[in-house]
């Protein structure tokens, strides 16, 4: 078998709890009127359990939403059942201060000067200053009902819902107000959003489903069904998966970020109502709470399966990552406090190598001419697959999004083609890696940071960029710069591997790009030029480091233009070998 069929990228009885024990009646909303069960027990324990339960923290009413310091030291917790911000020193484990926060405070974000906190029942944004303090007059509303912020930023933007006016609002964190909004499903639930600002996923409790809303163009991608009662869910960091809870069900669906097909499910282990979904930093879990009890499953993203359920307090409602990318915290609306749960054990130490018995990685980085490959003689397909045979890599690090290589593998071991449309688009892997896959044996890592919508939006204001009389110095600069680059270039063949392998020609390419970057990218966010590099060498530096020291050979693939920023990055490593294409172009030339 092919290692690149081995790529990497897994009945209670309850009765009615009505909102007693001082929970105000509007927060019901949010909690579901709780159906509180009494849960099956959680599957036993064993010394692999990859969590334990820390601190438990008093903090208040109703706790609901979380937000950390940058370093981690200190926690803020909208109490919605009391109208306050507890603020919390983690060193302690203490409430040490408390915030008046106005009616119904469901959670905060960190603003440019303070904070903006939402007001469940009073349909508003409100504003705080850098002490807590009520800033007069600044107030907004965005619509009935805003629950839970994003969990993170994106370029000074985060995003909160308003479940009773079927809204998603994006808010500037730099100025500290909302912008505008999208409209989503019956009642929407706390949102997430793709590392880009691309995309943004939204579980529509009443609805049933989740709406996919392509933020950069303003547009529905998609309304994935088939998930009863959604109230949360949380993307996998590499971004290939949205783990939603389907509280209406008591399980947890995973939908592909490209497709968005539900590839999969998990029930036994989820207890009942499962609300919020939290998947900490290194990507190996999800942990889902389940508001109808008192615990928190913990799914193996792998395996797809339930490894630990954790007893954390009655009605555990938002979890929320800490900055340390290992804990995750709990705030219980119930009990009135925030858990801790903490990684069970550290991770094993590798053993110490002598500094004469490490071993470095080898990278060949070969730059492609994509439809080109199709009608040139000298670096025609068939000198690519002689390529790859000579260079007989471990790892090809390829540039095909994560979240659309698994469909694009099925369909080739189905079928013996691919029609996945992103996949399609790259000769070198239709007529070179698939085909070859059955020939060698190597693992493939898809590392693509590409998204549909960025690139459609990149397309668009390039255009209306180029036909605005405003902006005519700014256009005759640029393409000044793409001449200049490819008189440049035209010191080769444009189809020459031995040119295309060249500082040079990485220099002539340049030319352009540096000028594309300092006009465009700012405009173009993650579409821009550096921004899409680093988003791809994010991917390629996680296969990197995952093998470090194992002596292995990775060949990674690009379009030409992207090998010069790539080889930069590539030269400050010191685990690596960077071997020339060179000496494997003379080894083919000499065979043939």
């Not at 990228?9 to 009765?15: F, G, I, K, L, Q």
């Not at 009391?82 to 983690?90: F, K, N, Q, S």
């Not at 698994?406 to 079928?415: K, L, N």
Request: aromatic residues 8%; charged residues 25%; glycine residues 10%.
């Amino acid at each position: 078998m092919s290692r690149a069929m081995r790529t990497t990228t897994h009945a209670p009885v309850c009765r009615l709890r009505t909102a007693g024990s001082g929970v105000p009646g509007a927060v019901v909303s949010l909690a579901l009127a709780a159906a509180a069960c009494s849960e099956a027990p959680p599957p036993a324990g064993d010394g692999d359990a990859p969590f334990r339960v820390g601190a438990t923290i008093d903090v208040g009413a109703a706790p609901h939403g979380i937000r950390f310091s940058p370093a981690g030291d200190t926690a803020w917790v909208a109490l919605s059942g009391e109208g306050r911000i507890a603020v919390v020193d983690l060193s302690e484990s203490a409430v040490v201060a408390r915030w008046e926060a106005g009616d119904t405070p469901l959670d905060l974000v960190r603003v440019e000067g303070g904070w903006l906190v939402s007001q469940f029942r009073d349909s508003t944004l409100i504003r705080l200053d850098e002490g807590g303090r009520i800033v007069p007059g600044a107030v907004w509303g965005v619509g009935a009902g805003p629950s839970l912020f994003t969990p993170g930023t994106v370029r000074g933007e985060t995003w909160i819902t308003t479940e009773f006016s079927d809204r998603l609002w994006t808010v500037d964190t730099r100025q500290g107000a909302p912008l505008a909004f999208h409209a989503t499903g019956d009642r929407p639930y706390p949102a997430d959003v793709m590392w880009d600002g691309s995309h943004a996923f939204v579980p529509n409790l009443d609805a049933g489903s989740v709406s996919v809303i392509d933020l950069l163009n303003g547009e529905l991608d998609a309304t994935v069904e088939g998930c009863p009662g959604p109230p949360g869910g949380a993307l996998t960091p590499d971004q290939v998966t949205y783990v939603v809870a389907c509280g209406g069900s008591d399980e947890v669906a995973f939908i592909n970020t490209a497709s968005f097909a539900i590839t999969g499910r998990v029930s036994e282990g989820i207890g009942p109502r499962p609300f919020s979904v939290v998947v900490p930093g290194n990507g190996h879990h999800a942990l889902v709470n389940n508001a109808g009890g008192n615990t928190v499953s913990v799914v193996d993203l792998e395996s797809r399966a339930v490894v630990q359920r954790l007893e954390v307090g009655e009605q555990p409602i938002v979890l929320r990552a800490h900055p340390d990318g290992e804990r995750v915290f709990v705030a219980n609306e119930v009990s009135g406090t925030l858990v801790e749960l903490a990684p069970a054990a550290a991770a094993p130490e590798a053993p110490a190598r002598s500094e004469g018995e490490a071993t470095l990685n080898e990278v060949v980085v070969l730059g492609m001419i994509h439809s080109g490959h199709e009608t040139s003689e000298i670096f025609s397909l068939g000198v690519v697959r002689d390529l790859v045979r000579e260079i007989d890599p471990d790892y090809w690090l390829t540039e095909i999004p994560p979240n659309r290589w698994d469909r694009a593998w099925a369909e080739f071991q189905a079928t013996g083609t691919v029609e996945e449309p992103r996949v399609r688009r790259f000769p070198e892997y239709m007529e070179g890696l698939f085909p070859l896959s059955r020939e060698l044996e190597f693992d493939v890592i898809p590392t693509a940071g590409w998204t549909e919508p960025m690139s459609d939006f990149r397309a668009a204001y390039l255009d209306a960029y180029s036909r605005d009389p405003d902006r005519v110095e700014g256009w005759a600069e640029y393409r000044a710069a793409a001449e200049a680059s490819a008189e440049a270039l035209a010191a080769g063949a444009s189809d020459d591997p031995r040119w295309i392998h060249t500082d040079a020609y990485d220099e002539a390419y340049d030319i352009r790009m540096r000028t594309y970057a300092r006009l465009f990218d700012a405009d173009l966010g993650p579409g821009g030029w550096e921004a899409i590099n680093a988003s791809h060498w994010a991917y390629i530096e996680g296969g990197l480091d995952r093998h470090r020291g194992e002596g292995v050979r990775f060949l990674l693939t690009y379009g030409a233009g992207h090998k010069g920023p790539f080889l930069r990055e590539l030269r400050k490593r010191d685990d690596i070998v960077l071997l020339d294409v060179g000496p494997f172009l003379d080894r083919i030339a000499a065979a043939r």
